[in-house]
């Protein structure tokens, strides 16, 4: 894996201590940690990174996702989105700017880990799919193993949790049919009291491991795999 510059753009020291922490780790060079739209233009212009780690929301700044299409207009740099809010509209609107990844606040040290690497195998095209031919494709690059209850992306191992596995395995065997919102919480939850927003989390969860458009919600009804232009190299 080569050694990548990359550049943090987050407003809550402590994530962005935890996100250089992890990047030296793995052997990265941080070029810069700013928190506003102006030191990030600046940091840009002096050190040219390879990759952005952008948080969507910024007090007294613009938007990460208004940076990131200024960004785009002359640089195309890989962005990996940072957010806490991931309701509809805003990851609409992140998608449309094309990140290889995200990451949803507050994350655990291993989530941050996995995602840094999926990130970087992402921007990394040398890699060729050789899948076990057991494995299901789903889309966009990404197999399930069904046996085992592993996910990758291409070869890279990509880490989900239990309750992640059984949703995406319900939306596997549903082979592209929609999976009502009450089949999802009485298979996951046993039918226990949950609040509104449980599901919802599960699913951004996920989805910040995923590409975003894979799996499709279908409002005021459930969700189903959109794997309808699957991508193999």
């Known amino acids: 894996m080569k050694t990548l510059k990359i550049l943090i753009v987050e407003d809550e020291p402590i994530v962005a201590l935890d996100i250089k922490n992890t990047l030296l780790q793995f052997g990265h060079i941080v070029t810069d940690i700013v928190s506003n739209d102006k030191d990030t233009y600046e940091s840009i212009q002096r050190d040219q990174p390879d990759m952005i780690f952008m948080d969507i929301h910024l007090e007294n700044s613009k938007s990460g996702i ?22 509809d509209e805003t990851m609409q609107k992140a998608i449309k700017t094309n990140p290889i ?7 655990k040290r291993n989530e941050l880990k996995s995602s840094i690497m999926l990130s970087i195998y992402k921007m990394d095209d040398i890699f060729n799919v050789t899948m076990n031919i057991e494995y299901t ?3 966009y ?3 399930y193993d ?14 989900i949790g239990v309750k992640e596995k059984m ?4 939306l596997i065997s549903a082979n592209g049919e929609i999976v009502p919102f009450s089949r999802i919480e009485e298979y996951i939850w046993k039918n226990c009291n949950l609040s509104n927003g449980t599901c919802r989390t599960l699913v951004y ?3 910040s491991k995923l590409e975003f458009k894979l799996i499709e919600t279908v409002p005021s009804f459930g969700y189903r795999l959109n794997n ?3 991508i193999y190299t």
């Open 141 to 143: 690059n990404y197999f």
């Open 205 to 207: 969860r996920l989805r």
């Open 66 to 87: 208004e940076i990131v299409k200024e960004v785009k207009k002359e640089l195309n740099i890989p962005i990996v989105y940072l957010t806490a809010f991931c309701d």
């Open 228 to 230: 309808k232009n699957k």
């Open 146 to 159: 069904l046996k085992n209850d592993n996910l990758f992306y291409k070869e890279q191992p990509v880490q």
């Open 101 to 107: 990844n995200y990451l949803i606040k507050p994350f």
């Open 167 to 170: 949703f995406l395995k319900l």
């Open 137 to 139: 494709p789903i889309g």
